[in-house]
């Protein structure tokens, strides 16, 4: 099983548009992610409703698992994603 | 004679004085939830529905982001996401094999997500609208309802609802609202103040307007109230030159004034940093209202004072030295808070709001008037600050003591109870000015709830004793050589605006758009005959007949150009 624990970048916290991105991204890597906060339970990555429901803050870490063929590319990439200010994304 | 269809009039309440014609576009309300539907016969058929109502419900949202634009397109692409979550497919599927029917387990799964969001408070809390949102749409599909909540607008359009929130009218493409047509609601009611302060025409407590069908071309006329279907090219040429003198109108820019020169400060009311913004470059000498409730509404918790000292001094910078009135927080009544306002009030128009809420939250004030302070300091701008609803000078002494701590030097109040009219001289010994409310003040003196379209008779500004009221704390601001305005919707209706000039009143806040036919009709009387105005106003028996004396004194111009009748 990958595992990796990641710092949120986005300003606002895992929040609408990067749960959003985050959830789509995690759907898209069609691997069983989980994603949870420091000592609480992990929740499903792929659902942008509990990935919300987490109120993750900026800066504060989470950690994601995955199983499968390819897990730990997946999870790197997601890593990355979590890491970057995802409101900052495409946005002038 | 015409066919019925051609010339079909519905009449209802008018907000501002433009006309229009456009498509209607009708704005659907939300479903009501029904626990006792009973289990459905088929379970996988009532699977097979819930999986398709929700995949497009989803769809449906997503193809509105890709028409939007930032935060709008952001909001509804995260809320198309929702429709189409895994976890929320599972629990509604859950639902339903345990014998729910479709739309119930709609109802209980998307309250659960409500649940975790309200409890986890701040950003997610709003986001609850969006939950609901999808619930509304989710089973309006299942029930083969229209789409609830405001359309999107592919064209300009005449937005025609039953009644709408001001949620739904915050949720409007403005660039694509010609008019709101309203089937309940009355005048003063939120989403008219809003409409009319965008200087968009509407019309409220239409009888018919909910029968109106979506396509069908209507002529609305804000000045006479109506609403014409299917109107002929006479009507179409109308409503086109109203709309270039009105205009033309607008294209002046004097500081408000009497024909003789005698000053009436004309002001705006706004509601939020953007409204202010917007302002920047618009003929008015300030602000005379801003609403700060707009900051607080729709929030699990209080702004802090960080972020309301941003957005108080975004406002004062955009106004750069004009004069600002900041109205403290209004909540309560038809402006629930949900961290502030008691729920289950049998009264709540008579029960803990406005002022009254330092009585058990006095920390929101204070936070508030902190913030005040330091937007102040920051933009070195010195605003005016008053507190709505206050009734007794003792209430009046306590906001100036706490306004004045907090380094506000103009301290005023609303006079919006009648206690706080017959005693204005007593409250004026105590702080710096008074704003008329005459919405509230109609309100509480004529005894009728602002919110029942039915009574608007009776909440007309007009009636004698409303005028009384308005004409006593006037004086008394003669007396006291202390400024006295008004910014209820009333200081928007040119004959009545002669009224207040007459009455000695120096300011007048009302909707930006109003601004151009007020500053008009003033510039075109002098103060004496405004006075001449006042004395026939009050001087009348019944709200029509004082219309009427003060309509017949009224240039002819004037009358005829602003439609006045």
Not at chain 2, 152 to 173: M, Q, W
Request: glycine residues 10%.
């Amino acid at each position: 099983m990958a595992q990796r624990t990641v710092a949120v970048g986005s300003q606002v916290g895992l929040h609408a548009r990067p749960a959003k991105l985050f959830a789509q991204a995690a759907a898209a890597s069609g691997l069983p992610v989980r994603i949870a906060r420091a000592g609480g339970p992990d929740v499903d990555a792929s659902s942008i409703l509990r990935v919300m429901a987490l109120g993750v803050k900026q800066g504060e870490e989470v950690t994601l698992t995955a199983e499968g063929d390819g897990a730990d590319d997946a999870l790197d990439s997601l890593v990355a994603l979590l890491a970057a200010d995802l409101d900052a994304v495409g946005q002038a | 004679m015409s066919t019925a269809a051609a010339s079909r009039r519905l009449h209802g309440a008018g907000v501002g004085r433009g006309a229009v014609v456009g498509p209607v576009a009708r704005a659907h309300p939300a479903p009501a939830a029904a626990a006792d539907r009973p289990a459905p016969p088929d379970l996988a058929e009532a699977r097979a529905a819930a999986d398709e109502a929700l995949t497009a419900v989803g769809v449906a949202l997503e193809a509105r982001a890709a028409q939007s634009r930032g935060t709008i397109a952001d909001v509804l692409g995260a809320t198309a996401l929702m429709a189409q979550d895994t976890e929320l497919r599972d629990l509604v599927r859950a639902g339903i094999a345990a014998g729910a029917h479709p739309v119930v387990a709609v109802d209980r799964a998307v309250a659960e997500f409500v649940e975790l969001f309200t409890a986890a408070g701040g950003y997610l809390a709003e986001r609850v609208t969006d939950l609901r949102s999808v619930r509304d749409r989710v089973v309006a599909r299942l029930d083969g309802l229209p789409e609830p909540g405001v359309p999107a607008l592919d064209r300009p359009s005449v937005v025609v609802a039953h009644d709408l929130a001001p949620a739904d009218t915050a949720a409007l493409d403005l660039d694509q609202v010609l008019a709101i047509v309203l089937e309940k609601g009355g005048p003063t009611g939120h989403t008219a103040i809003i409409a009319g302060q965008l200087g968009i025409p509407c019309v409220v407590g239409v009888s018919g307007a909910s029968a109106l069908e979506d396509g069908t071309e209507v002529a609305v006329d804000a000045a006479a109230g109506t609403v014409l279907v299917a109107p002929d090219d006479d009507v179409r040429a109308r409503v086109a030159g109203r709309r270039t003198a009105l205009a033309d109108l607008a294209r002046a820019t004097a500081p408000g004034a009497c024909a003789d020169g005698h000053p009436v400060a004309l002001l705006a009311n706004v509601g939020t940093a953007e409204d202010a913004e917007r302002l920047t470059a618009a003929a008015v000498e300030g602000v005379g209202l801003f609403r700060t409730e707009v900051l607080f509404l729709g929030r699990g918790t209080a702004p802090t004072a960080d972020e309301q000292a941003d957005v108080y001094a975004r406002a004062l910078a955009a106004l750069g030295g004009r004069k600002v009135v900041v109205r403290t927080l209004d909540a309560g009544a038809d402006k629930p808070l949900a961290f502030a306002t008691r729920r289950g009030e049998e009264n709540p128009a008579l029960g803990v709001r406005g002022f009254r809420l330092v009585r058990t939250a006095e920390d929101l004030l204070r936070t508030q008037l902190a913030a005040l302070g330091e937007a102040a300091r920051r933009t070195g701008a010195d605003p005016w600050v008053m507190a709505p609803m206050v009734a007794t000078v003792d209430e009046a002494a306590q906001f100036a003591g706490l306004a004045r701590a907090a380094g506000i030097r103009h301290v005023g109040v609303m006079v919006e109870v009648p206690s706080a009219a017959l005693r204005a001289g007593d409250l004026l010994a105590e702080v710096d000015f008074v704003s008329l409310g005459t919405n509230d003040l109609a309100q509480y003196t004529m005894a009728t709830d602002r919110l029942r379209g039915e009574l608007v008779d009776l909440l007309d500004p007009w009636q004698p004793a409303v005028l009384d009221l308005v004409a006593l704390t006037a004086r008394a601001g003669e007396d006291a050589d202390k400024p006295v305005g008004v910014c209820g919707e009333s200081a928007a209706d040119p004959v009545m605006a002669l009224v207040l000039a007459g009455l000695g009143v120096r300011s007048l806040s009302m909707a930006p758009a109003a601004v151009p036919a007020v500053r008009f009709a003033l510039a075109r009387h002098t103060r004496g005959t405004c006075q001449q105005i006042a004395r026939a106003a009050l001087g009348a028996r019944t709200a029509e007949q004082a219309r009427a004396a003060c309509l017949a004194l009224v240039e002819d111009q004037v009358r005829e150009v602003l439609a006045l009748g």
